[in-house]
């Protein structure tokens, strides 16, 4: 039994049409309450932050593992949070369609060059 309207059902929408993204913002942002007091406290106990002590620690097995978690997390919860502010904010159909395909994009691209980058490191190839 559907706990949707009858007219919910038939477009797609009704009680239970923003749940789904509501409980992946709460994972996400778990996830990141987890991941990113790790990254900054470890990033912070490094004796400098340049591209060499950066890079070492990236290299470190564990490291590469979070932060192949962290990124996606990061990425996948910001890009939630301005779909949000796009269909709240974004007046005109054909503007909010347009912005939030540019958005995913750029969440997209942004994701795919930080996980690079961190596959690049910790496999060890030459910079």
Request: proline residues 5%; charged residues 10%.
């Amino acid at each position: 039994m559907s706990s949707k309207s009858p007219l919910g059902q038939a477009l797609g929408q009704g009680v239970v049409s923003g749940t789904h993204h509501w409980w992946l913002q709460r994972v996400t942002a778990i996830a990141l309450a987890l991941l990113g007091p790790w990254f900054a406290v470890s990033l912070l106990m490094r004796p400098k932050l340049d591209y060499a002590h950066a890079h070492a620690w990236l290299a470190a097995p564990a490291n590469a593992v979070l932060m192949l978690l962290f990124v996606p997390a990061l990425v996948y919860h910001s890009w939630l949070g301005v779909v949000v502010v796009i269909e709240d904010y974004v007046p005109t159909k054909s503007k909010k369609l347009a912005t939030l395909l540019v958005v995913q994009f750029l969440h997209l691209v942004v994701g795919a060059a930080a996980l690079y980058g961190v596959l690049k490191v910790a496999l060890g190839s030459a910079a």
